[in-house]
Every structure is written in C-alpha cells, then in structure tokens.
C-alpha cells in the first residue's frame, strides 16, 4: 500500500476497517509514515509518471487536444 496511496489515505483506511497502531492509538499520516519508514517500505511518490495516472490538468489538456484534433485536421 505504502507505494500506491499517500500516507493520509493509508491511515484512513486503517481507522475505518477498526486497525490500532501497535501502542493501541488511532492511525495519523505521520504515524503511517513512521511505521512505514520503520519497516523499511517505500512511501507513495506522486511525480512517478508511468503513463498510468495522470493529473488532473494533464487530463484537461489529453481531452481537450482530443476534442479539438478533428477540428484542426479540416480546416
């Protein structure tokens, strides 16, 4: 998980499916990410581009060359 989602969205789902850190608290960013970095497993990095994901304005701009390419080609 460490890999694929912030350290926030992590501890989210941990409180919501009940989990407890090991002392017994609730789970906080900096708690996953210390727990993480404890156990040697990689944090998530967002500016790794794959070609999988996109962000949000590199999507508009995908869609919006998508939509205007057939435009452009006949004038």
């Known amino acids: ?12 789902t941990l409180n919501r499916m009940g989990s ?3 002392l017994g608290h609730t789970w906080s ?3 996953v990410g210390d727990y ?5 497993v990689a944090g998530y990095e967002s500016a ?5 994901c996109l962000t949000m304005v590199e999507a508009a701009e995908k869609a919006e060359k ?3 390419a057939p435009t452009r080609s006949v004038s």
Request: charged share 40%.
């Open 48 to 52: 790794i581009k794959d070609g999988r």
């Open 36 to 40: 993480r970095r404890t156990k040697g």
């Open 20 to 22: 407890k850190t090991p």
């Open 66 to 68: 998508a939509a205007s």
């Open 29 to 31: 960013a900096k708690r």
């Open 1 to 12: 998980m460490g890999a694929r989602w912030p350290d926030e969205h992590i501890a989210a």
